[in-house]
């Protein structure tokens, strides 16, 4: 599908020079002289390698089509996540290094949605928020409200966030599987 180049959004997966790019930043820019253009950072999926391009307004590039697909997680072995889709029970086994450091946040049977480009799994999104057990947790000290009082803490699958002092270990929380931020207690 053709977008305008100021279309271009932070996420996006853009087909460009015989690749699949993820857009990592994007930038509009109107000089005093000149036409407006965008300055878009990327990262190629395939090669995992940036590049910095530059589209004039006028320019059209091609925004990659994925089909999505809602999984359930079942396990991991050392190199490879394992889902299943849960009306055909058919099986499919992602990279550890397409899921990356959300793979943490995998419990058994979380639903998840898996983009497909091409019929090959290239990403997944959790859902928004995760619940999550702390492990250990810093104790709160006592006058240390001046500034924001969240102290470290280490989640049972081994992520460390900040969270309010009044959570202690084996209390469970929700947290933003986006940006890993405490949400609430449960």
Known sequence: MKINAGE???GMLLEYKNDLWQVLKTQHVKPGKGGAFAQVEMKSLNKNTKLNERFRSS???EKASLEETIHNYLY???NNYFFMEPKSFEQIEINK???GEKGKLLTENLEVSVNFYDNKPISIDLPNQVSCKIKT???ALKGQT???SYKPA???NGLSIQVPPFIEAEDEIIIDSRTLEY???I
Do not use: A, G, N, P
């Open 154 to 156: 280490i989640l049972d």
């Open 137 to 139: 947790t810093d104790v």
């Open 8 to 10: 271009i959004r932070v």
């Open 59 to 61: 320019e059209t590039v």
């Open 76 to 78: 991991e072995d050392e």
């Open 183 to 185: 949400i609430k207690k």
């Open 97 to 99: 290094k397409i899921v």
């Open 146 to 148: 001046v500034s924001s």
